[in-house]
């Protein structure tokens, strides 16, 4: 994976985005449920939410589009293919990050049938998908 010509720099502010993505959600995170749901903690959350996962397929579109044959149009797909091109691992590009994939797309073109409580319980479970994340990105860039 060495002798891909990633663009480091490019990695690193996205991985930057994610990591101050996540720093606002931990904060909303040990809000229970009933302050969770006063103001504007939802949108927030929200918010910061679609910037990682952003980030994140920013990221994967950036590295699969340097491997011959692996660059894919949509989210899922390059979830999976990252899993196949050994990047992640398969179970965790099938189980994590597609789903991660899938709620991207939940969140960009079905908005409005997120509810605060369903996103309050991602805030509460899913950001340890991020850190595992983080750490197969940055041993892209190791050098």
């Given amino acids: 994976m060495k002798d891909l010509k990633l663009k480091r720099e490019t990695i690193l502010d996205r991985i930057g985005v994610i990591e101050n993505s996540l720093r606002k959600l931990e904060d909303l995170k040990s809000l229970p449920l009933n ?77 409005f049938e997120i509810s605060p409580k369903e996103m309050h319980e991602i805030i509460q479970n899913k950001l340890g998908d991020f850190r595992a994340l983080l750490k197969y990105f940055k041993k892209l860039i190791e050098k």
Avoid: W
């Avoid at 910037?51 to 660059?71: K, N, Q, W």
């Avoid at 390059?78 to 899938?102: S, T």
């Fill in 35 to 111: 302050k969770f749901l006063d103001g504007e903690n939802f949108a927030i959350s929200e918010h910061y939410l679609r910037y990682a996962l952003e980030a994140t397929f920013d990221i994967c579109a950036h590295v699969l589009s340097r491997i011959p044959g692996a660059m894919v149009d949509e989210y899922k797909k390059m979830a999976v293919e990252m899993g196949r091109q050994k990047i992640v691992p398969m179970d965790f590009a099938e189980e994590n990050l597609y789903k991660m994939a899938g709620y991207r797309n939940r969140l960009t073109h079905f908005y």
